[in-house]
């Protein structure tokens, strides 16, 4: 051990003095600076808490505006991948939305199959006509593969992409079997 000349005489007493911070005191810092300011609040007021050499105040009047900035700072962040995510939303829902234009709509019912009698697994389409809010009103049939068949109106959604039949008469197996109105 080294020995430290000391400037009182040997009668005296004297009291010791380090200049350090508690493993506790800098639990109690971190856990503070976590719950004020997240992650990067607990490192930030764990470090604030060694460099003042566990002196509370001076943390306090430091860590505070800390505090604030680093919540800004979140904040920042969470708005800009907010704001990336709900551009990339509402992209996505312009590029699913299907065309209201009544011309393209008619080419694509003209594509699907406009015959007097559908082959099984095909769709027959006699009129479409504008309805409100992305709606079209059909009319005409439905024929599955197993034989069965549905004609009347149908109401297509062009937003959720659904088919809901409206006044129809169902057939199965070339047997009229119900009719909705």
């Known amino acids: 051990m080294s020995e430290v000349n000391s400037p009182l005489e040997d009668d005296q007493s004297a009291t010791l003095v380090r200049g350090s911070v508690t493993g506790f005191e800098q639990g109690i810092a971190a856990v503070a ?101 992305g709606i079209k009103i059909a009319r005409g049939e439905l024929r599955y593969n197993n034989g069965n068949l549905i004609k009347g109106t149908f109401l297509v959604n062009c937003l959720n992409r659904t088919l809901e039949p409206r006044d129809f008469v169902f057939y199965l197996r070339g047997v009229k079997l119900s009719r909705a109105v």
């Open 33 to 133: 600076g976590l719950f004020t300011a997240g992650p990067l609040g607990a490192l930030a007021s764990w470090a604030v808490i060694r460099g003042v050499q566990g002196k509370w105040t001076p943390w306090f009047i430091v860590g505070i505006p800390s505090a604030i900035a680093i919540n800004a700072f979140y904040f920042g962040i969470f708005m800009l991948f907010g704001s990336a995510y709900f551009k990339m939303q509402e992209s996505s829902l312009k590029s699913a939305t299907p065309s209201t234009n009544p011309q393209v709509i008619e080419q694509a019912a003209k594509n699907v199959a406009i015959t007097e009698s559908p082959q099984p697994g095909q769709v027959s389409i006699i009129s479409i006509t504008d309805n409100t809010n």
